[in-house]
């Protein structure tokens, strides 16, 4: 009798979970976790001896499985608050609200260095040749410049070091030092978000004004802009990785003055506006996108500067939120993404008439992104 | 694949098993069959055609033993050639690497390393194959007559992660007639839920548990928290162990067999002689019965007996790196008793 009753039970609940499973609508892209889910892998011979089509469909499982947001929430729940662990799925939870991904410095990570360096001198090379300056600018990330604020025991390597290295070994360019600039000012107000990997509109400031120094172009000062708040409910791409509750937002917010609230267009990938703003993404998860509508392979913004100097950004999403800053200063600025990006820039700048190149990155994604070598093809 | 997967919980079991009970009686082995090279090829599909023509290889020596029961000389030949078989496969999976890189190191030659992941089972196939020719060779049980039948007992999938080993002798009935009912499917999730719950909930916790203090530093360790972490450790090898364990005699309770039990509650050990019977019981006995004991055991005067100790310590030693290599820690320490345990009650007695 009592196996009779187990049985009855387990079979309701189990088949009631394989059911709802079957008919649980199928998303292709999660906001919570910002990421593209697994898709149904196509079944080939060689991928099914492999062992890649069968890895598939335990991903696609998994990723689609009934009420996952609400595991992953229960999960993070258990880790964090009830285990105490100070770290949930590679990102680690600091004081004062800070969330930090891992920052791994290893020998696949010099290896990737030594290609991009090499890129980049022999562009910077090209573009000497033509007498147009190239600016390098390495920023670093939130996990080294809050260090200070990790879970006890974790150790974070130099990422001044990795900067100074990657400075000495760039040949032809002029490289722009950073870190201690931010560092400093950090110690005054936040320069990152605390749940997201950007620097903050003060971090780009910081950067901007440094940059402006080494390229003798005049900062325009932090008291000509208003600053705006134009959300308080930004929780960045840390947070959806963690997964955690009751994380305090970030403030989201930008500088305006005349000259970038009242630019002449801005071209993007699929549109044309008048703004580097785009206030439809604060309606959604991404808000980040709300610089520079977001990842553009191309976005190029034209100002009402008169001074016949055109900026090319070769950049990654750290140059977004600089975009407030730069267009002071030119009359264009254009922003390549080499990820979503399969030309020669060297023609680019020729055919655009650019006046001074920069290259933008975080060192996080410096360290990993292999696509700063396709520029040169 | 593992027991505690979504795909396995939802999808691999719940298919499986509604084909299982809807075929008739003289496809389930079929069924099974089926399951279990699905089961397989989720970690290593190249290792199902080893695991055909192992299985080919042992039932006609097998059946060969049985031919040749008068003839001694024979008998022994198929005995060797099967073992020999088995046992090369075995050594190939788990040392051919090893031994590469040897000859590396002494003649300063560059042979590439094959880089063969052992396929899961492995191991335990091979216990599992060499229990069967070594029973019918000494007339324990009656050689399989029917292909079919050994070939599911061979690939039998619930037990192949972890154990318990399951003999011929202790299935030859129910692969011809399973026992399928209400009850034993009953009985039998309720074995694999609790097994489950061993696994996830206790033995990954206070796994992560001991990751952490292990990972810390050895010099600055407080007593207590020492402590906590040999603590924590052995409840993570113990749950998870007799969790897969659970997880496999529930399964096969499903499938209206019958599995041995594999602990009995080895830490209420009196002494490490219990805890040896009381831990991983099908290993030790394995061990005893196919070694050991064919060996002289105990019976042969002290210098052979110490040379059995050492022949048993050596190859528990090195066949638990490939059972237990999800927990590559709980090996050592595993050995370590066990190793303690075999010298430890042979010199009290």
């Known amino acids: 009798m009592k196996n009779k009753i187990f049985f009855a039970i387990f079979m309701t609940i189990w088949i009631l979970i394989i059911i709802l499973n079957f008919i649980w609508p199928k998303q292709v892209f999660s906001e919570e976790e910002n990421r593209m889910l697994a898709t149904i892998p196509r079944f080939s011979f060689a991928s099914f001896v492999s062992g890649e089509y069968l890895n598939g469909v335990n991903d696609y499982i998994n990723d689609h499985f009934a009420f996952r947001d609400i595991y992953l929430k229960l999960n993070s729940w258990w880790e964090v608050k009830v285990m105490g662990k100070k770290e949930n799925n590679d990102v680690y939870i600091g004081d004062e609200g800070y969330l930090f991904e891992k920052f791994e410095y290893g020998e696949e990570e010099k290896q990737n260095i030594e290609e991009n360096v090499a890129s980049i001198s022999q562009f910077a090379q090209v573009m000497q040749e033509q007498k147009i300056p190239t600016y390098f600018v390495l920023v670093p990330n939130s996990i080294y410049v809050n260090r200070d604020k990790l879970p006890k025991n974790v150790e974070v390597p130099s990422q001044k070091e990795i900067i100074r290295t990657v400075y000495q070994n760039t040949e032809n360019t002029k490289n722009i030092e950073v870190t201690s600039a931010l560092e400093q000012e950090n110690r005054q107000k936040p320069v990152y978000f605390k749940t997201d990997h950007h620097m903050n509109s003060d971090g780009a400031y910081v950067v901007y004004n440094t940059f402006c120094t080494t390229a003798n172009l005049q900062a325009v000062p932090i008291q000509d802009f208003t600053k705006v708040t134009v959300s308080n409910e930004f929780l960045g791409t840390f947070d959806s990785k963690a997964q955690l509750i009751n994380q305090v937002p970030d403030e989201l917010f930008v500088y305006e003055n005349e000259t970038n609230t009242n630019i002449e267009e801005a071209i993007y990938d699929r549109e044309t506006t008048d703004s580097i703003f785009n206030a439809e993404y604060l309606e959604g998860k991404d808000k980040y996108s709300y610089f520079l509508n977001g990842n553009n392979s191309r976005a190029i913004i034209k100002t009402k500067v008169n001074n016949g100097r055109k900026l090319l950004v070769i950049k990654d999403s750290y140059a977004h939120i600089m975009a407030q800053f730069l267009c002071e200063n030119y009359e264009e600025v254009h922003f390549l993404d080499p990820r979503y990006t399969n030309f020669n820039y060297a023609e680019y700048v020729q055919e655009n008439g650019i006046t001074d190149v920069l290259f933008l990155y975080n060192v996080s994604n410096f360290l990993t992104d292999t696509n700063v070598t396709k520029i040169m093809k | ?349």
């Open chain 2, 1 to 349: 694949m593992v027991f505690s997967s979504v795909v396995f919980l939802y999808i691999f079991l719940p298919i499986m098993l509604l084909i299982y009970f809807l075929v008739p009686k003289r496809f389930k082995n079929l069924v099974m069959i089926i399951s279990s090279f699905i089961f397989f090829a989720w970690g290593e599909i190249r290792y199902i055609p080893i695991m055909l023509i192992l299985a080919v290889m042992d039932f006609w020596c097998g059946n060969k033993i049985n031919k040749f029961w008068e003839d001694k000389k024979k008998k022994r030949f198929y005995l060797w050639l099967d073992v020999g078989v088995n046992l090369l496969i075995l050594f190939f999976f788990k040392y051919a690497d090893f031994i590469i890189s040897s000859i590396n190191g002494i003649t300063g030659l560059n042979i590439p390393l094959l880089h063969i992941p052992l396929p899961i089972g492995v191991s335990f196939n091979t216990f599992q194959s060499l229990s069967y020719i070594i029973d019918v060779y000494r007339g324990t049980v009656k050689c399989e007559k029917s292909f079919y039948n050994y070939l599911t007992y061979t690939t039998l999938f619930p037990q192949i992660i972890a154990g318990p080993i399951v003999r011929y002798e202790t299935v030859d009935e129910e692969l011809v007639d399973k026992k399928i009912s209400l009850d034993n499917f009953s009985l039998g999730m309720k074995r694999f839920i609790v097994g489950l719950g061993k696994k996830v909930l206790i033995a990954n916790n206070v796994g992560a548990l001991w990751n952490v203090i292990e990972t810390g530093a050895f010099g600055e360790m407080t007593v207590l928290l020492s402590w906590v972490g040999i603590i924590s450790f052995a409840l993570q090898i113990y749950f998870d162990f007799s969790g897969y364990s659970d997880m496999a005699i529930g399964l096969a309770k499903i499938f209206g067999m019958n599995f041995d039990e594999n602990f009995n509650y080895p830490y209420i050990s009196k002494s490490i002689t219990e805890f040896w019977r009381r831990w991983h019981i099908t290993l030790g006995s394995w061990f005893r019965d196919y070694i050991y004991i064919p060996l002289g055991g105990n019976r042969k005067g002290l210098p052979k007996q110490i040379r059995n100790i050492l022949i048993v310590w050596a190859l528990t030693r090195s066949m638990a790196w490939s059972i237990m290599e999800f927990c590559a820690l709980g090996t050592i320490f595993w050995c370590y008793f066990n190793n303690r345990e075999i010298v430890f009650t042979e010199s009290i007695r």
